[in-house]
């Protein structure tokens, strides 16, 4: 396999987990979208799952290009992971509109991302000890994850499925 191979591959795999969280954050209902019984409500786990793709296809989180609404600390599902180990002040809700645009944000960077850094080089970050091939590993499974959690929800809460998707090749991403 060719360091190409790996990164249509990597590529291909970035896009179908987006696809699937992009489905999930269009089919989400409404009443379900800021549920005020949920630890986590739908808009947050799917912000913090594009903010972490986000900040992680950078070289470096001094590199990341933020989205433009991007709010502080809205990013965290929990506590700060450093001391006094506050939970951020969450206010405003994103709404869908916004998730979906952030959605496409990310979704652009993902070629050029993937791209601009070598499979062997250090994952740009001194908290994550891997190269940026097992970086890009954990982005995916981190993603598809969070993208797990919120279709669980759908299904559960709405009895709405997602369809999987296994691959997505450029030719079949639509904007």
């Known amino acids: 396999m060719t360091p ?3 990164g249509a591959s990597i590529l291909s795999q970035y896009r179908s987990a987006l696809a699937m969280i992009g489905t999930a954050i269009e089919s989400c209902p409404e009443d379900l979208w ?3 019984g949920d630890v986590n ?3 947050h786990i ?3 799952a594009l903010f972490y793709t986000n900040l992680y296809l950078a070289p470096s989180e001094i590199q990341m290009q933020p989205w433009e609404k991007m709010r502080m600390g809205y990013n965290f599902l929990g506590p700060y992971p450093w001391p006094p180990h506050a939970r951020p002040e969450i206010g405003t809700p994103y709404t869908r509109e916004e998730i979906v645009e952030y959605h496409r944000f990310v979704s652009g960077l993902v070629a050029p991302l993937v791209a601009a850094v070598p499979m062997n080089a250090p994952s740009g970050f001194p908290w994550i000890p ?3 091939f097992e970086l890009h590993l954990y982005t995916i499974r981190h993603l598809a994850h969070h993208a797990g959690q919120l279709i669980d929800r759908l299904r559960e809460r709405a009895q709405l499925s997602i ?3 296994g691959m997505q090749s450029e030719a079949s991403v639509s904007d």
């Open 4 to 6: 190409a191979d790996i």
């Open 34 to 36: 800021n549920h005020e």
């Open 41 to 43: 409500r739908f808009w």
């Open 46 to 48: 799917a912000y913090h």
């Open 130 to 132: 891997m190269n940026r």
């Open 163 to 165: 369809n999987w998707v």
